[in-house]
C-alpha cells in the first residue's frame, strides 16, 4: 500500500505553516492547487524551487511569494496576483500571464521566452535581465520597470505602457514597437534594429547609443516623397538644404517641399492643383509651389511633431 505523503507550505517571513495537505502520490503543485480550492491564503508563501510545470493558477493571490528559481513553464497564471512576489531565476516559459499583476514583481534573470502577458501589469517590476524572447506583452502596463539588459528580440509590445521605462542595453531587434509609449524611456544602447516603431511614443526618450535607429530618409541631398492628403498622394521633392528627420518607422517629416505632382490613389494625374492637409485646412499643397513650417521640430524621436509629413516609398502613403 502506498504510503500518503504530507506536503506544507510556510510563511516565508514567519515560517509558520499556512497549508498543509497529505495524499499518495502527493506533489507541491497538487498542494498548491487543493490549497486554491480550500480559499487558504498564500500570501507570502514559501515556494523556492517549486516545480510548478503547467499548473492551474488562475486568479490566485500570490502576493509576495517567494518563488525564486521555481519551474512555472506553461503554467497557467492569468488573473493572478502576484505583487512583490521574488521571480528570480524562475522558469516561465510559454507561462500564461494575462491579465495578472506583477505590480512590483522581482524578475531578475526570469526566463519568459514566449510568454503570454497581455495586459499584465508590471508596473514598478523588476525584470533586469530577464529573457522575454518572443514574449506577448501587448497593451500592458511596464510604467517605471527595470528592463536593463533584457532580451526582447522578437517580442510584441504593441500599444505598451514603458514610460519611464528602464531599457539600458536591452535587446529589442525585430520587436513589435507599434503604438508603444517610450516618454521618458531610457533606452541608451539598446539595439532597436528591425523594430517595429510605427506609431510609437517617443517623446523625452533617451535614445543616445541606440543600434539600428536608422534615419527612413536620406541624411543628405535632395529626394522625393510621398504624402497622403484628402485621399490624393502628393508627389513632393524634398530640396538638399530642407531640415529632415524620422523616427523608429516609415515616417518621415521636414521642414519644406516642392510639390511637384498631385495624384489620385492609382497612380494617374489628378485633375487638380491644390489639395489641402488632413490635419489643417490652411495648409495647402499647390502644384508648382513650394511648402514650408516655421515651427519644425528637430527631436526626430518625436514622430507627431510639427512638420510636413512623408514617406520614402509611395506604397506606404497609399496604406496610411
Not at 503547467?54 to 521555481?70: M, T
Not at 517617443?202 to 536608422?214: D, F, I, K, P, T
Not at 531640415?243 to 487638380?272: L, M, W, Y
Request: charged residues 25%; proline residues 1%.
Amino acid at each position: 500500500m502506498s504510503k500518503e505523503i504530507k506536503i506544507s507550505i510556510k510563511n516565508r517571513c514567519t515560517g509558520s505553516i499556512i497549508f498543509e495537505y497529505s495524499s499518495v502520490d502527493n506533489t507541491l503543485a497538487k498542494t498548491v492547487a487543493e490549497a486554491l480550492k480550500g480559499g487558504a491564503d498564500l500570501i507570502r508563501a514559501d515556494l523556492i524551487r517549486a516545480d510548478l510545470r503547467g499548473a492551474d493558477l488562475r486568479g490566485a493571490d500570490l502576493y509576495g511569494a517567494y518563488l525564486r528559481d521555481a519551474n512555472l513553464s506553461g503554467a497557467n497564471l492569468s488573473r493572478a496576483n502576484l505583487s512583490g512576489a521574488n521571480l528570480s531565476g524562475a522558469d516561465l516559459r510559454g507561462a500564461d500571464l494575462r491579465g495578472a499583476c506583477l505590480c512590483g514583481a522581482y524578475l531578475y534573470k526570469a526566463y519568459m521566452v514566449d510568454s503570454d502577458l497581455r495586459d499584465a501589469n508590471l508596473f514598478d517590476a523588476n525584470l533586469l535581465d530577464a529573457n522575454l524572447h518572443g514574449a506577448d506583452l501587448s497593451g500592458a502596463d511596464l510604467r517605471g520597470a527595470d528592463l536593463h539588459g533584457a532580451d526582447l528580440r522578437g517580442a510584441d509590445i504593441r500599444k505598451t505602457n514603458l514610460r519611464d521605462a528602464n531599457l539600458r542595453i536591452a535587446n529589442l531587434r525585430n520587436a513589435n514597437m507599434r503604438d508603444v509609449n517610450l516618454s521618458d524611456a531610457d533606452l541608451y544602447g539598446a539595439d532597436i534594429l528591425g523594430a517595429n516603431l510605427r506609431g510609437a511614443n517617443l517623446r523625452g526618450a533617451n535614445m543616445s547609443n541606440v543600434e539600428g535607429a536608422y534615419m527612413a530618409c536620406p541624411t543628405d541631398g535632395s529626394f522625393v516623397g510621398w504624402k497622403k492628403a484628402s485621399e490624393y498622394i502628393v508627389k513632393l521633392q524634398i530640396p538638399e538644404d530642407a531640415r529632415r528627420s524620422s523616427a523608429g518607422g516609415e515616417k518621415c517629416r521636414c521642414d519644406k517641399a516642392f510639390v511637384i505632382e498631385i495624384q489620385n490613389i492609382d497612380g494617374t494625374n489628378a485633375d487638380i492643383e491644390t489639395v489641402c492637409s488632413d490635419h489643417d485646412e490652411n495648409f495647402v499643397y499647390a502644384v508648382g509651389a513650394t511648402v514650408e513650417v516655421s515651427n519644425f521640430d528637430d527631436d526626430r524621436w518625436n514622430e507627431c511633431a510639427p512638420g510636413i509629413h512623408f514617406f520614402i516609398d509611395r506604397r506606404a502613403a497609399v496604406e496610411y
